[in-house]
C-alpha cells in the first residue's frame, strides 16, 4: 500500500526567508527606477519568494518543497487484522493446492492447516 509525504521548509527557515524577501522587496522599490528591468525582475521575483514563506509561516499546512511516494508493505508496526486473515487464507489456499497437485499428503494437509487455524491470527 503506497503513502504519500510532503516536506516543507520549517517555520524558522521560512521566517528567516521572509525577512530576507521583505529586504529584497524594499531594495527592488527602491533601485528599481535607478536599475531598469532588471530592478522591476528582481521585485516581481522578491514578491513571489516572500509569498511562498509567508504561506509556510502563517497557514498550518503551507506550501511543500517537494511530494514523494513510498511504498510501505510489510513495514507496519503493527499488522492489520484483515491483513492477517488474509494471509492465512492465502497459505490455507496454497496448502489446498499442494494436495490437489499431489505435492503433499492429506495428512500433511491436514497438519499444516491444523497448525495454521491454531496460530494466532
Known amino acids: 500500500m ?7 521548509p520549517s517555520k ?8 530576507v524577501g521583505i529586504i529584497f522587496i524594499i531594495v527592488g522599490i527602491t533601485m528599481a527606477s535607478q536599475i531598469g528591468a532588471f530592478g522591476i525582475l528582481w521585485t516581481v521575483f522578491a514578491f513571489i519568494i516572500t509569498g511562498y514563506h509567508a504561506l509556510n509561516v502563517f497557514s498550518k499546512n503551507g506550501v511543500a518543497a517537494y511530494e514523494a511516494d513510498y511504498d510501505h508493505d510489510g ?5 492489520s487484522s484483515t491483513s492477517s486473515v488474509q ?3 492465502s497459505k490455507i489456499r ?3 493446492r499442494l494436495k490437489e497437485d499431489h505435492i503433499i499428503t492429506e495428512e500433511e494437509y491436514q497438519k499444516k492447516k491444523t497448525e495454521l487455524l491454531d496460530s494466532e491470527w
Open 94 to 96: 496454497q496448502l489446498h
Open 87 to 89: 494471509d492465512h487464507e
Open 2 to 8: 503506497g503513502s504519500q509525504f510532503r516536506v516543507k
Open 12 to 19: 524558522e527557515n521560512s521566517m528567516l526567508g521572509l525577512i
Open 75 to 79: 513495514y507496519d508496526d503493527e499488522p
